[in-house]
Protein backbone atom coordinates (compact mmCIF):
# COMPACT_ATOMS: atom_id res chain seq x y z
CA UNK A 1 0.00 0.00 0.00
CA UNK A 2 1.28 3.36 -0.67
CA UNK A 3 0.30 4.87 2.82
CA UNK A 4 -2.01 8.48 2.91
CA UNK A 5 -1.62 10.55 -0.52
CA UNK A 6 -1.71 14.10 -0.01
CA UNK A 7 -1.48 16.62 -2.55
CA UNK A 8 -0.05 18.90 -3.25
CA UNK A 9 2.76 19.08 -1.45
CA UNK A 10 3.58 22.52 -1.29
CA UNK A 11 1.25 25.33 -1.79
CA UNK A 12 1.67 28.94 -1.90
CA UNK A 13 -1.49 30.93 -2.74
CA UNK A 14 -2.29 34.94 -1.99
CA UNK A 15 -4.50 35.86 0.62
CA UNK A 16 -8.07 36.00 -0.45
CA UNK A 17 -7.40 32.77 -2.55
CA UNK A 18 -9.48 29.71 -2.19
CA UNK A 19 -6.77 26.69 -1.23
CA UNK A 20 -8.61 22.78 -1.74
CA UNK A 21 -5.63 20.34 -0.13
CA UNK A 22 -6.33 16.62 -0.86
CA UNK A 23 -6.12 13.20 0.93
CA UNK A 24 -6.69 9.50 -0.13
CA UNK A 25 -6.64 7.85 2.98
CA UNK A 26 -5.40 3.85 3.32
CA UNK A 27 -7.79 1.46 1.65
CA UNK A 28 -10.09 -0.08 3.95
CA UNK A 29 -9.60 2.61 6.75
CA UNK A 30 -12.60 3.75 8.14
CA UNK A 31 -11.14 6.90 10.43
CA UNK A 32 -9.94 10.24 8.37
CA UNK A 33 -8.68 12.90 10.46
CA UNK A 34 -6.87 16.52 9.56
CA UNK A 35 -4.61 18.22 11.41
CA UNK A 36 -2.65 21.49 10.93
CA UNK A 37 0.67 22.32 12.21
CA UNK A 38 2.38 25.42 13.09
CA UNK A 39 5.51 26.12 15.39
CA UNK A 40 3.44 28.22 17.52
CA UNK A 41 0.32 26.00 17.91
CA UNK A 42 1.71 22.57 17.82
CA UNK A 43 0.04 19.73 15.98
CA UNK A 44 -4.16 20.38 16.30
CA UNK A 45 -6.74 17.94 14.93
CA UNK A 46 -9.52 19.90 12.63
CA UNK A 47 -11.85 17.48 11.80
CA UNK A 48 -11.97 13.49 11.68
CA UNK A 49 -14.83 11.41 9.73
CA UNK A 50 -15.56 7.87 9.99
CA UNK A 51 -17.19 6.10 7.26
CA UNK A 52 -17.17 9.29 5.13
CA UNK A 53 -19.29 10.89 8.12
CA UNK A 54 -17.85 14.04 10.22
CA UNK A 55 -18.27 13.04 13.15
CA UNK A 56 -16.32 15.82 15.30
CA UNK A 57 -15.45 19.18 13.88
CA UNK A 58 -14.62 21.10 17.08
CA UNK A 59 -11.07 21.87 16.06
CA UNK A 60 -11.89 23.41 12.61
CA UNK A 61 -11.18 27.38 13.38
CA UNK A 62 -13.41 29.27 11.62
CA UNK A 63 -16.38 29.22 8.94
CA UNK A 64 -13.80 29.86 5.91
CA UNK A 65 -12.93 26.14 6.77
CA UNK A 66 -14.58 23.21 5.54
CA UNK A 67 -14.10 19.75 4.91
CA UNK A 68 -15.47 16.94 2.93
CA UNK A 69 -15.04 12.96 1.83
CA UNK A 70 -17.43 12.12 -0.25
CA UNK A 71 -16.01 8.72 -0.95
CA UNK A 72 -14.30 6.11 1.11
CA UNK A 73 -10.42 7.12 -0.82
CA UNK A 74 -11.46 10.97 -0.85
CA UNK A 75 -10.92 13.81 1.46
CA UNK A 76 -10.92 17.50 0.54
CA UNK A 77 -10.03 20.14 3.16
CA UNK A 78 -10.79 23.76 1.55
CA UNK A 79 -9.80 26.89 3.27
CA UNK A 80 -12.12 30.08 1.22
CA UNK A 81 -10.68 33.05 1.51
CA UNK A 82 -7.30 31.62 2.90
CA UNK A 83 -4.96 34.71 4.81
CA UNK A 84 -1.75 34.80 6.15
CA UNK A 85 -2.25 33.12 9.47
CA UNK A 86 -3.13 29.78 7.87
CA UNK A 87 -0.32 29.57 6.15
CA UNK A 88 0.94 25.92 8.30
CA UNK A 89 1.67 22.40 7.44
CA UNK A 90 -1.62 20.37 7.19
CA UNK A 91 -1.65 16.51 7.33
CA UNK A 92 -4.11 13.98 6.90
CA UNK A 93 -4.47 10.69 8.79
CA UNK A 94 -6.08 7.62 8.43
CA UNK A 95 -6.82 4.61 10.97
CA UNK A 96 -8.80 1.24 11.33
CA UNK A 97 -11.94 0.00 12.34
CA UNK A 98 -11.66 2.64 15.26
CA UNK A 99 -10.67 6.17 16.41
CA UNK A 100 -7.94 4.66 19.34
CA UNK A 101 -6.11 2.92 16.84
CA UNK A 102 -2.64 4.11 15.54
CA UNK A 103 -3.34 6.60 12.94
CA UNK A 104 -0.69 7.07 9.78
CA UNK A 105 -0.14 10.03 8.99
CA UNK A 106 0.73 11.49 5.23
CA UNK A 107 3.45 13.58 4.15
CA UNK A 108 1.52 16.84 5.01
CA UNK A 109 1.02 19.61 2.39
CA UNK A 110 2.91 23.29 3.61
CA UNK A 111 0.60 26.02 2.93
CA UNK A 112 2.15 29.41 2.76
CA UNK A 113 -0.83 32.49 2.42
CA UNK A 114 1.31 35.57 1.19
CA UNK B 1 -8.76 22.26 31.19
CA UNK B 2 -7.15 19.55 29.29
CA UNK B 3 -3.40 19.77 28.67
CA UNK B 4 -0.46 17.52 28.09
CA UNK B 5 2.69 19.18 28.94
CA UNK B 6 6.13 17.55 27.67
CA UNK B 7 10.07 18.41 28.74
CA UNK B 8 12.47 19.15 27.94
CA UNK B 9 11.78 21.17 25.44
CA UNK B 10 14.82 19.81 23.59
CA UNK B 11 17.38 17.89 24.10
CA UNK B 12 20.91 17.06 23.19
CA UNK B 13 22.73 13.46 23.50
CA UNK B 14 25.42 11.87 22.18
CA UNK B 15 24.85 8.67 20.02
CA UNK B 16 24.95 5.45 22.01
CA UNK B 17 23.53 7.13 24.86
CA UNK B 18 20.17 6.52 26.50
CA UNK B 19 17.31 9.17 27.01
CA UNK B 20 13.87 9.83 28.56
CA UNK B 21 11.07 11.93 27.55
CA UNK B 22 8.29 12.80 30.24
CA UNK B 23 4.73 13.60 29.46
CA UNK B 24 2.16 14.80 32.16
CA UNK B 25 -1.18 15.36 31.61
CA UNK B 26 -4.57 16.90 33.12
CA UNK B 27 -6.66 14.93 30.88
CA UNK B 28 -9.85 13.50 32.35
CA UNK B 29 -11.47 10.73 31.84
CA UNK B 30 -8.60 9.09 29.95
CA UNK B 31 -8.34 7.01 27.07
CA UNK B 32 -5.03 6.45 26.36
CA UNK B 33 -1.68 7.76 25.54
CA UNK B 34 0.23 7.68 22.15
CA UNK B 35 4.16 8.95 21.39
CA UNK B 36 4.98 9.87 18.14
CA UNK B 37 8.00 10.44 16.32
CA UNK B 38 8.40 13.33 13.66
CA UNK B 39 11.18 13.29 11.55
CA UNK B 40 11.70 16.90 9.77
CA UNK B 41 9.71 17.49 7.03
CA UNK B 42 7.69 14.36 7.57
CA UNK B 43 4.26 13.25 8.77
CA UNK B 44 4.17 11.74 12.86
CA UNK B 45 4.98 7.83 12.90
CA UNK B 46 3.40 5.95 15.64
CA UNK B 47 5.54 4.72 18.68
CA UNK B 48 3.36 3.30 21.07
CA UNK B 49 -0.35 3.30 22.17
CA UNK B 50 -1.00 2.46 25.72
CA UNK B 51 -4.10 2.28 27.74
CA UNK B 52 -4.91 3.05 31.40
CA UNK B 53 -4.07 -0.72 32.61
CA UNK B 54 -1.21 -0.70 30.47
CA UNK B 55 2.04 0.24 32.46
CA UNK B 56 4.92 -0.45 29.70
CA UNK B 57 5.16 -1.06 26.20
CA UNK B 58 8.09 -1.64 23.86
CA UNK B 59 9.01 -0.90 20.44
CA UNK B 60 12.35 -2.09 19.88
CA UNK B 61 14.90 0.97 21.36
CA UNK B 62 11.82 2.53 22.45
CA UNK B 63 9.95 1.96 26.11
CA UNK B 64 7.28 4.03 26.78
CA UNK B 65 5.45 3.69 30.71
CA UNK B 66 2.29 4.82 32.04
CA UNK B 67 1.36 6.45 35.39
CA UNK B 68 -2.54 6.61 35.46
CA UNK B 69 -2.56 7.87 38.49
CA UNK B 70 0.08 10.51 38.41
CA UNK B 71 -1.29 11.05 35.06
CA UNK B 72 2.84 10.63 34.02
CA UNK B 73 3.91 8.93 30.92
CA UNK B 74 8.00 8.77 30.17
CA UNK B 75 9.49 7.46 26.83
CA UNK B 76 13.20 6.11 26.87
CA UNK B 77 15.42 5.56 23.72
CA UNK B 78 17.96 3.35 24.90
CA UNK B 79 21.39 3.24 22.90
CA UNK B 80 20.69 6.20 20.25
CA UNK B 81 21.39 6.50 16.93
CA UNK B 82 21.18 9.40 14.97
CA UNK B 83 18.59 8.46 13.02
CA UNK B 84 16.56 9.36 16.23
CA UNK B 85 16.92 12.53 16.02
CA UNK B 86 13.09 13.98 16.00
CA UNK B 87 10.40 15.48 17.53
CA UNK B 88 8.53 13.67 20.13
CA UNK B 89 5.47 13.94 20.36
CA UNK B 90 2.72 12.88 22.95
CA UNK B 91 -0.88 12.68 22.38
CA UNK B 92 -3.42 12.01 24.93
CA UNK B 93 -7.28 10.47 24.09
CA UNK B 94 -9.76 11.49 26.27
CA UNK B 95 -13.37 10.55 26.52
CA UNK B 96 -15.91 13.45 26.39
CA UNK B 97 -18.63 13.95 28.25
CA UNK B 98 -21.80 12.55 26.29
CA UNK B 99 -19.78 10.63 24.29
CA UNK B 100 -17.23 11.39 21.73
CA UNK B 101 -13.35 11.31 21.70
CA UNK B 102 -11.11 14.64 22.16
CA UNK B 103 -6.93 14.15 21.62
CA UNK B 104 -5.21 16.91 23.48
CA UNK B 105 -1.43 17.11 22.22
CA UNK B 106 2.12 18.24 23.64
CA UNK B 107 3.89 20.96 21.71
CA UNK B 108 6.86 17.96 21.53
CA UNK B 109 10.53 17.88 22.24
CA UNK B 110 13.20 18.68 20.02
CA UNK B 111 15.77 15.42 20.35
CA UNK B 112 18.98 15.80 18.47
CA UNK B 113 21.66 12.60 18.49
CA UNK B 114 25.23 14.03 18.02
CA UNK B 115 28.73 11.69 17.26
Known amino acids: DAGVIQSPRHEVTEMGQEVTLRCKPI?????LFWYRQTMMRGLELLIY????????DSGMPEDRFSAKMPNASFSTLKIQPSEPRDSAVYFC????????????FGPGTRLTVL | KNQVEQSPQSLIILEGKNCTLQCNYTVSPFSNLRWYKQDTGRGPVSLTIMTFSENTKSNGRYTATLDADTKQSSLHITASQLSDSASYIC??????????????FGTGTQLKVEL
Open chain 1, 27 to 31: SGHDY
Open chain 1, 49 to 56: FNNNVPID
Open chain 1, 93 to 104: ASSPNSFYNEQF
Open chain 2, 91 to 104: VVSGILTGGGNKLT
